[in-house]
Every structure is written in structure tokens, then in C-alpha cells.
């Protein structure tokens, strides 16, 4: 017996009476949530970019997770996972993760540009303002927010291709578009079809007149169906079926002099060992002259890898600041092909000891007549004429036009004949090399007969009267 004052403990129970704890049901992550929502069009790619996953081990391991664990339906489970596997058998696959792995270091690396840009500008901001103002004019007032990365890079992109540039309008795209297919279904043969475009070309302006002329000639060297098996295109083969019949319409002209080369040689022999694929050069009568841009070409193939592409980016520009500087260009044009992939980029000098290297378009290249629709697209063919626009009015625009150099050619002061000054060269057999005039053999140019005083680029070391 207990007093009333104390407290009675109630009855302990047994183990056997307890009653069980319930166990707290997890909910599904968000990611398998979505899979389990989307199992009509689920697969690992969808997976991948829905979740903007780029490692592939890693992504692969969670989509078989979320499969094997939550997907209740063995048959529907099977499908999925039979899809991958068959999936991941084709180069579909390694192109799609390769692609996700450049994704994931562009994305990287502007985010350590940015940073460091920032870092840059505020460290040079309190020090030299007024000249970062002046000469890089990317910088706003005082009282103003400092200028990030993309205020810079948008500023540049703006000066280089204004809003103003010519455009392809709807009823030129229309039968761009019509004679295309036409070609491709072979309602009509590649030369009328090319005969078409031509016709087309010849009613627009310059610069969409010759995006236009190099659509028809690709008709005429692209295969029908695209080559697979790229091991099997060599450089040289990608340069002249695929893109020399392009390029040499939208960055070259005879008219204006001015040549696409795929010449594999150094510019500057003396001063330097790097020779690229392509350059983009004046003509000077039986001569070239000042280049204007250089171009990289890779295969694009398994031996192609990320370090070679981005060395070939970096020679690029070295390149080119090396012409600005030696023959005072405003600007210099690049161009990177990688496979069926092509970029442009332009040079410029901003500052004394600042240039800027500006990616203004990237693109994927036709492979095929089958696909070549899919890159004339109207994005496209504006993207292009605002590259060659680009091109012509600041890096080639101090060129003189054809009719000047014909007027030039045409005015010549006093041509001497031959006959008057073939008693300076001398005669290897009895006598040593003597210029008995002071003539710059190098520098001068002999047509028809008649010595003509060089018209550009050089700088004639004699007056042609005194010779007379």
C-alpha cells in the first residue's frame, strides 16, 4: 500500500507490448521525380541536359540509381536500360559527352576570366583612369558601376558588328531555301540549281551577293550524303571540298586583290617559325603583300584533342598581333576549323600594350548536300554577312578598290623601255653584281617590256624619270 502524498508508477510494459516505431518514408529526390513524370521520353541524354550534368561516370551512375530503385515496372526498367547500353555503343554517345565536356570548360573558364578581369579592373581603375578611359573606353564614369566582362566583350562585339548590318530579306531567303531542297530531292540538277543561285546573287549587294555565290559553289562540291567515318578526310581534303570554295567568296576578291591561301607557311620567315594553315593576303602585282588574317584547320577527327585546338587558337592570335604591329593594321581576321565546326575571330589593338582577341561567330559547317539547308539557315546566312562585313570595313578597309589600282596601273608616269636600263645588270660571266644605278632589283616589277615604278606596299629607291 502507498500513501495518498506519494505517487504511483504506472506498470512497466513488456517488450512484447511495445508498440513499433513507424518508419519515416523517404520522398523521392527531385531528380528522380522527374524521371518518374517524363518515363515516356526519358533517356540518359535528356537526363543530362534537363539537369545540365557534364561528368559522365557520374551522371551514368545516378540515372541507373534512379532507374533501379524507383521504377517499379521491370519492363519499363528493362527498356531504359537496354536503351542505354545500346546508346552508349555509338559514337552519338562520345560526341554528345565530348560536347557536355567542352560545355563544362567554356563555362569554367569564363568564369575564371570574369574573375579575373574584375580583379584586374579594379586594381588598374585608381591608378590610371583617365587613360583606361580613353584608350580602352570600356571603362564608364567615376560615379558609375565598374564595367564586368560581359559589359566589355558586348561593347566590343557591338563596334565590330553594328545592329545596322545587311540582311538577307524574306523573299531572297525563300528562294534560297526552295532551290536548295530542289537540289537535294533532285527535282532540278546541281547546275541549275547553282545556275539559280548565281542568277540571285547578281540582284543583291556585295556582301550577301557573295554568301550567296558561295552557297552555289558548295553545290557543286559537297558530297551527296555526309561522310561518316571522318578518320578518312584528311586536312587537306577538308580544306578544299568544304570550305576554300566557301570562304575564299566572303574574305577574299580578285577585284579588290585580295586572296584566300592555304599556303602552310610562315609570313615573317625571319622573325618567326609559325606557319598557318591559311592567310588571307594582299595582291601586288606578280607579289603578295600585307596579310589580313590567318586561319588554323584541324580534321576534327580522334586525333584531334582540346590542347592541339586551343594552341592552334593561341598561334592565331600571336599571328595576328605580330601583323598588326609590323604593318599597322587596324585589325586582323581568324578563323579556327575544327572538323565541321568553324569560328572567326578579330584582332584589334585597344591599347598600347592591349590586344583583344573577339570571337564574333561560330558555326556548324555543311557536310552534304542532305544537310546543307540546315546551315543556310536564315541565322546563319545574316551571321555570315555580318563576318564579311566585319572583315572588309575594318581589317581590309584601307584597301584601295579595283577601279583605283586600275587608274594607278593606268597613270604610270614615264615607263621606260627595257632596252634603256638592261646595260645595269650585270654580266655574271665578267664582272660581279654590280647596280650601277642603284636600283632595287627586289622592288621592281617588269611587265610587257616595260619597268613600272611599284604601285603599292613598296617604296621605290629611284625616281622612274631620272633613269631616262
Known amino acids: 500500500m502507498t500513501s495518498a502524498g506519494e505517487k504511483r508508477n504506472p506498470p512497466r510494459r513488456s517488450n512484447s507490448q511495445k508498440e513499433p516505431r513507424k518508419k519515416r518514408q523517404r520522398q523521392p529526390s527531385s531528380d528522380a521525380v522527374w524521371c518518374l513524370e517524363n518515363l515516356d521520353t526519358l533517356s540518359l541524354e535528356s537526363f543530362a541536359l534537363h539537369f545540365g ?3 559522365k561516370l557520374k551522371t551514368m551512375t545516378r540515372y541507373r540509381n534512379i532507374l533501379n530503385k524507383y521504377i517499379s515496372d521491370d519492363h519499363v526498367r528493362k527498356n531504359l536500360l537496354d536503351d542505354l547500353k545500346n546508346w552508349s555503343d555509338t559514337i552519338n554517345f562520345v560526341a554528345f ?6 560545355t563544362a570548360t567554356v563555362a569554367q573558364s569564363r ?3 570574369s574573375s ?3 580583379n584586374l579592373i579594379m586594381e588598374v581603375t585608381p591608378k590610371s583612369q583617365d587613360n583606361v578611359d580613353q584608350n580602352i573606353n570600356v571603362m564608364e564614369q567615376e560615379n558609375e558601376d565598374e564595367a564586368t566582362l560581359n559589359d566589355v566583350c558586348n561593347q566590343v562585339l557591338g563596334e565590330l558588328i553594328p545592329e545596322n548590318t545587311a540582311k538577307i530579306n524574306d523573299s531572297d531567303f525563300i528562294k534560297v531555301t526552295d532551290t536548295i531542297n530542289a537540289v537535294d530531292s533532285k527535282s532540278i540538277s546541281v547546275r541549275e540549281g547553282k545556275r539559280d543561285l548565281l542568277n540571285l546573287a547578281a540582284t543583291m549587294n556585295d556582301t550577301m551577293g557573295n554568301i550567296i555565290e558561295g552557297l552555289a559553289n558548295l553545290l557543286t562540291k559537297l558530297p551527296r550524303l555526309p561522310i561518316l567515318d571522318m578518320s578518312k578526310i584528311g586536312e587537306v581534303e577538308l580544306q578544299s571540298t568544304y570550305f576554300d570554295v566557301f570562304l575564299s567568296e566572303i574574305i577574299a576578291d580578285q577585284d579588290k586583290q585580295v586572296a584566300l591561301r592555304w599556303a602552310n607557311k610562315s609570313v615573317h620567315q625571319d622573325l618567326t617559325d609559325m606557319r598557318p594553315d591559311a592567310i ?3 595582291l601586288v602585282q606578280y607579289d603578295f ?3 589580313l588574317g590567318f586561319g588554323e584547320a584541324k580534321v576534327g577527327n580522334i586525333s584531334t584533342t582540346k590542347q592541339s585546338v586551343n594552341l592552334d587558337i593561341f598561334r592565331l592570335g600571336i599571328t595576328c598581333k605580330r601583323a598588326i604591329e609590323r604593318h599597322g593594321l587596324p585589325a586582323c581576321l581568324a578563323f579556327m576549323i575544327n572538323g565541321y565546326e568553324i569560328s572567326f575571330f578579330i584582332v584589334s589593338k585597344r591599347h ?3 590586344y583583344t582577341m573577339m570571337e564574333i561567330a561560330s558555326l556548324n559547317f555543311a557536310s552534304s548536300l542532305s544537310n546543307l539547308h540546315t546551315f543556310a539557315t536564315r541565322k546563319n546566312l545574316d551571321l555570315l554577312a555580318a563576318v564579311s562585313n566585319c572583315f572588309w570595313s575594318i581589317c581590309a578597309q584601307d584597301l584601295p578598290n579595283a577601279a583605283t589600282i586600275a587608274t594607278l596601273q593606268d597613270n604610270l608616269n614615264d615607263p621606260v623601255p627595257i632596252s634603256n636600263i638592261c646595260h645595269s645588270w650585270p654580266n655574271q660571266a665578267k664582272e660581279t653584281l654590280v647596280n650601277r644605278l642603284d636600283i632595287d632589283f627586289y622592288s621592281l616589277h617588269i ?4 619597268v613600272e615604278a611599284p604601285i603599292i606596299s613598296y617604296i621605290p629607291l629611284f625616281s622612274i624619270p631620272h633613269l631616262c
Open 53 to 55: 550534368l557534364t561528368q
Open 97 to 102: 559527352w565530348q560536347e557536355r565536356a567542352r
Open 111 to 113: 568564369a575564371d576570366c
Open 116 to 118: 579575373f578581369v574584375n
Open 280 to 282: 588571307i593576303s594582299t
Open 289 to 291: 603583300g600585307c596579310p
Open 352 to 354: 598600347d600594350c592591349l
Open 447 to 450: 611587265l610587257s617590256g616595260i
